[in-house]
């Protein structure tokens, strides 16, 4: 994430369309799934230092909420022996650099996370209906989680036209962009002042 560079060159193909694919779209929360672990890992991944440490983002608080939102229906994931709650900070579990949860976080304002859905990596397709059961309503629960916060449309006082904009929240440091197409925005945010 604190890399200067948000561009495709020199990028894999597969890496350079999903960022082309990610610029087109007005994205407020985003999940990958993994298998070889049982965990939902929040940003961030990395720090400066590159240190397997916590690493809270700006968002901290909203991240752990929806990790545990996702956690807290799938018994399996909630009752980890080796991560309270099923959640981890990326960076404390191990540091890595150039994530999609990093980056998706830092350039777009996306709240993203990545579920690890089982520790097997390949685990055999007679699991599948175990793997839906433990995990529907974590999934719908984190659908769920992308109505908190506020959300608006910045259009042009004079013409009503959708702007462009950025929109921040007085103590967070990343802001969120309005859909330039419609000029809708949704900053995901828990209720406070």
């Given at each position: 994430?604190?890399?200067?560079?948000?561009?495709?060159?020199?990028?894999?193909?597969?890496?350079?369309?999903?960022?082309?694919w990610w610029w087109g779209r007005s994205i407020a929360l985003a999940v990958n799934f993994h298998g070889g672990a049982l965990v939902v890992n929040y940003p961030f991944d990395n720090?400066?230092?590159?240190?397997?440490?916590?690493?809270?983002?700006?968002?901290?608080?909203?991240?752990?909420?929806?990790?545990?939102?996702?956690?807290?229906?799938?018994?399996?994931?909630?009752?980890?022996?080796?991560?309270?709650?099923?959640?981890?900070?990326?960076?404390?579990?191990?540091?890595?650099?150039?994530?999609?949860?990093?980056?998706?976080?830092?350039?777009?304002?996306?709240?993203?996370?990545?579920?690890?859905?089982?520790?097997?990596?390949?685990?055999?397709?007679?699991?599948?209906?175990?793997?839906?059961?433990?995990?529907?309503?974590?999934?719908?629960?984190?659908?769920?989680?992308?109505?908190?916060?506020?959300?608006?449309?910045?259009?042009?006082?004079?013409?009503?036209?959708?702007?462009?904009?950025?929109?921040?929240?007085?103590?967070?440091?990343?802001?969120?962009?309005?859909?330039?197409?419609?000029?809708?925005?949704?900053?995901?945010?828990?209720?406070?002042?």
């Open positions: 994430f604190t890399s200067t560079n948000n561009t495709t060159a020199g990028r894999q193909r597969e890496t350079g369309n999903i960022r082309t720090n400066p230092s590159g240190s397997s440490v916590y690493t809270a983002s700006p968002d901290d608080d909203f991240f752990i909420w929806s990790s545990e939102e996702y956690s807290r229906h799938n018994l399996p994931l909630w009752n980890s022996s080796s991560f309270f709650h099923g959640i981890t900070n990326g960076a404390e579990w191990y540091a890595i650099s150039g994530g999609m949860q990093d980056w998706s976080y830092h350039w777009h304002g996306a709240d993203h996370v990545t579920i690890e859905l089982s520790t097997i990596k390949t685990p055999p397709y007679s699991q599948m209906p175990t793997f839906w059961n433990d995990n529907r309503e974590s999934m719908l629960a984190y659908i769920e989680a992308s109505l908190v916060g506020v959300r608006g449309i910045v259009t042009d006082a004079d013409s009503g036209q959708p702007l462009a904009a950025t929109v921040a929240v007085v103590g967070r440091s990343l802001p969120v962009y309005t859909d330039p197409d419609v000029g809708d925005y949704h900053r995901l945010v828990l209720p406070g002042s």
